[in-house]
């Protein structure tokens, strides 16, 4: 069985969606996405390890060999993305079921749980095939259940905001599909590594350069449509704003980052960094969109009331850093971005579960209701004090790493602007943490009618991240490592 | 509804050819991908024109709701379920040369294999055509 994990990790939530959905019971559907997460996460686990050890795992669906057939390879980055997407996931569903049941209306958990199935299976799918046309279809599945989970929201305003959603994530894909039609054109073929080998002799020859630059552009706006790479980021914090909170916290942390893992394939893996970096210039539009990312997006942060709207906004500012690790083009600036990508997901998951603690309780995620919340729910604000913490980039917290490594990219790059603009950023994300942390610890309450710590299946699967988040941050070797090897392996490629 | 003679006849004497013409669909090049798509959608305009002519609710009373519901789900499940059955006979997922016996020639595994992933499709793509259907008819949720 073992020789067939690589297929079993997308195909079991998939296989279990369509019976969460069958069963169409809330307690049943969650032990069953409960059971297809981590499976999910063990199967990453397992594929990571082998990946680290014996290098690319390939294999063909079907038994049809690569060009003909559709086949999965996975090397180190994409096995480190499916860890992300598998473990934030296998933490996510354990806080899906009291989130869920105060947020949803009973009769649609097991839809829920199957819409999840789906989006887990999706975004693995994404994440390890090798095949750009499978892409698109995995992109599609990933999309179209969150736009469904988003639309459940307690909200009514979550119903616009998911068609928001699936307006301009439709024309990402459609840009998407149109880039992969062009370049099919070009080449006649969908395998990556198939047009890896092709694409260099079609631009050299002159033939047919400009079409496989125009496949180029499409790709480009497409994914970063999906990433929400500034300016093109306004489906993203209504999206995360009125989602129900079990929902926010797994997709902030999963979603984004898988497309910022198509981008790195795209770039690096199927074009070739010589050819992103040195005929198309990506880095000239990449770099400075991501610092008025940081800087646009981190001050809008600052003046948000809702704390679920300041925290997509900070996400926004957030894939800004990951954007800009990878404008550098360098080892070490992609695999500041590939750090920080998990880095990431740990510190924004915790956030995201802390508020829908607060969600849970009180019902609202606005600053000003937030008063006196320190002394009443303890628990729940230190896990966001956490979380805030790497969100600043305080030593010994992922979001240290994170900096570090993109402080280290920018000055090896002498680009002296991007690393002021990654400190300045860090300023300014302590000023929108702390404007949390005053009212919660600070403000006393107006009334007195008592308000509960949220309990302990809320408040394990957050301090879960806000652990990890320290883990990772104090044993900051084991990620950078795999970075490192991902960012060189996804450069060494062209040469 | 009894000045519509024509259209009810009609109706009636049609549908078995269009469900027909689906499996014709669904049936014809049988070894090789795609149909299934174009028969489901054809298997579904059935009971939409049915529903057209004799109304919502006897449409609803012929296939209920909860069935085509249940048929969207189910046809993912055949699909993966062929899938699922040549991994454990020791072949790639989707390898259908595994489905029967070693000694059984593989191009019969790859016959059947294919027919029964695009009967998942029909499945599939039939129930949720209907549920669609049933869901703008109604302008309400569908109870299931």
């Not at chain 1, 496949?215 to 995360?240: D, E, I, Q």
């Not at chain 2, 191009?107 to 949720?128: A, C, K, M, S, W």
């Amino acid at each position: 069985m073992s020789q067939n994990l690589p297929a079993l990790l997308v195909v079991v939530p998939m296989m279990l969606a369509p019976i969460a959905a069958l069963i169409n019971r809330s307690g049943p559907a969650w032990v069953i996405a409960t059971s297809g997460a981590w499976f999910a996460f063990g199967a990453a686990v397992q594929l990571l390890r082998r990946v680290m050890t014996e290098g690319m795992i390939v294999y063909s669906l079907g038994g049809w060999v690569a060009p003909i057939g559709i086949e999965y390879r996975i090397d180190q980055l994409a096995a480190f993305v499916t860890l992300i997407v598998s473990a934030i996931a296998a933490v996510g569903v354990l806080y899906a079921r009291t989130s869920v049941a105060s947020e949803i209306e009973e009769d649609r958990h097991a839809l829920f749980y199957a819409a999840f199935l789906l989006n887990v299976c999706g975004l693995l799918g994404i994440a390890i095939t090798g095949d750009v046309f499978n892409v698109f279809v995995f992109l599609e599945i990933s999309s179209l259940s969150a736009y469904s989970m988003i639309a459940l929201g307690q909200d009514r305003r979550a119903l616009t905001s998911a068609f928001q959603y699936l307006i301009m994530g439709s024309v990402g894909a459609t840009f998407i599909v149109i880039g992969i039609g062009l370049l099919f054109v070009m080449t006649g073929t969908l395998g990556m590594a198939d047009l890896a080998e092709r694409i260099p002799a079609i631009w050299a020859s002159g033939d047919g350069d400009r079409t496989i630059a125009v496949a180029f552009t499409f790709l480009t706006v497409g994914v970063t449509l999906k990433l929400a790479l500034f300016p093109l980021h306004l489906w993203l914090p209504n999206a995360y704003t009125y989602a129900p909170s079990a929902v926010t916290g797994y997709m902030a942390a999963t979603s984004t980052k898988v497309s910022i893992y198509l981008l790195l394939r795209f770039f690096f893996s199927v074009f070739g960094v010589e050819f992103s970096f040195e005929q198309m210039r990506l880095d000239a539009i990449l770099m400075p969109l991501a610092l008025v990312a940081i800087l646009a997006m981190s001050s809008v942060a600052i003046y948000q009331s809702n704390v679920k709207r300041l925290l997509a906004f900070s996400s926004v500012a957030q894939i800004g850093y990951m954007i800009l690790g990878i404008s550098f083009g360098s080892v070490i600036g992609v695999a500041a971005g590939i750090i920080h990508l998990f880095n990431h997901a740990l510190m924004k998951g915790a956030l995201f579960m802390a508020m829908g603690c607060v969600m849970y309780r009180i019902g609202s995620v606005r600053i000003e209701d937030m008063k006196g919340l320190g002394k009443s729910m303890p628990w729940t604000m230190a896990a966001f004090v956490g979380g805030g913490l790497s969100m600043i980039g305080v030593p010994m917290t992922v979001g240290f790493v994170s900096k570090w490594y993109l402080l280290q990219a920018a000055i090896k790059g002498g680009n002296w602007l991007a690393a002021v603009v990654v400190v300045v950023g860090s300023l300014m994300a302590l000023v929108y943490i702390w404007k949390v942390i005053e009212v919660a610890y600070f403000k006393r309450r107006e009334n007195d009618d008592p308000i509960e710590e949220a309990p302990l299946s809320l408040l394990i699967p957050t301090w879960t991240l806000v652990a990890a988040s320290f883990w990772f941050g104090i044993d900051a070797g084991t990620t950078s490592d795999v970075a490192m090897s991902a960012a060189e392996s996804l450069l060494g490629m062209m040469q | 509804m009894d000045d519509r003679v024509i259209l009810r006849v009609g109706t009636k004497v049609l549908s078995p050819f269009i469900l027909l013409f689906a499996l014709y669909v669904q049936f014809h090049g049988d070894y090789g991908p795609g149909g299934g798509f174009q028969a489901g959608v054809i298997f579904a305009a059935v009971f939409v024109l049915y529903a057209l002519v004799f109304g919502l609710e006897r449409a609803m009373e012929v296939m209920p709701a909860k069935v085509a519901y249940a048929c969207g789900a189910l046809g993912v499940a055949l699909y993966l379920g062929v899938g699922y059955l040549s991994m454990f006979r020791g072949g790639e997922f989707l390898n259908y040369s595994y489905l029967f016996d070693p000694e059984h020639d593989p191009t019969h595994g790859q016959h059947y294999g294919i027919i029964g992933v695009e009967l998942g499709v029909l499945v599939t793509v039939f129930g949720v055509m209907v549920a669609l259907f049933y869901a703008f008819a109604g302008r309400r949720r569908i109870d299931t």
